[in-house]
């Protein structure tokens, strides 16, 4: 395994393709991301890797600064850019109540999510997956992505297809010119497409490395 990841270390998926850098989630940066977990740019723990490796899969601790008024929700996204695919790997996909404030240690448990939270599809199942890169890869970078979003978008807990809507599908219907495009978007909060404010609000970010 070391050997292919030897082979692999100048194949990586990169920033272009993340969240951060679709068109329609662009949005000013007003928000402040932070972990007691890890710093930013700073190793993450390996009890928030995946189990297979030693890990307990545990989503680390976030928190953020108020969100703007006008915020109906919240979209994180965690991101690994340095998969050996043409796009990074969706760790987790999850809608929050913006008035949580905060995601305590294990908030992103597929089995047990924190009150407030609502977990999508990611590119392994739903909930927090930690990360595993290959051995001899080098370091990969997570990059933890909250964005504020001025309407709600997802649909009642368990509908179709939102849930069930692959992560990247969910993104581009998300930031379609078309907001009726977007998985169950709640009625009555598409605004009119050519009079439609941002649909980002604030946004933040913050990344944690790994490597075996």
Request: net charge neutral.
């Amino acid at each position: 395994m070391t050997l292919l990841g030897r082979l692999l270390k100048n194949r990586r998926a990169g920033e272009a393709h993340t969240a951060w850098h679709r068109p329609d989630l662009r949005g000013p940066e007003l928000l402040t991301l932070t972990s007691r977990d890890f710093a930013d740019g700073g190793a993450l723990p390996l009890e928030h890797g995946a189990k297979f490796i030693g890990g307990e899969d545990l989503s680390p601790h976030l928190a953020w600064t108020p969100p703007p008024p006008g915020t109906a929700q919240l979209l994180l996204v965690v991101e690994d850019i340095d998969v050996p695919l043409g796009k990074p790997a969706v760790h987790c996909l999850a809608l929050v109540d913006p008035a949580s404030g905060h995601l305590d240690r294990g908030a992103l448990d597929a089995r047990r999510p924190a009150a407030g939270v609502r977990l999508l599809r990611s590119t392994v199942g739903r909930g927090y997956h930690g990360p595993a890169p290959i051995k001899g890869h080098g370091p990969h970078h997570y990059v933890f992505q909250l964005f504020a979003l001025a309407t709600t978008v997802g649909g009642a807990p368990g509908a179709a297809p939102g849930d069930r809507t692959r992560p990247r599908a969910f993104l581009a219907a998300l930031t379609a010119s078309d907001p009726g495009t977007a998985p169950d978007l709640d009625p009555g909060t598409a605004p009119d497409p050519g009079t439609a404010p941002a649909l980002v609000l604030a946004r933040a970010r913050m990344t944690g490395t790994f490597e075996r």
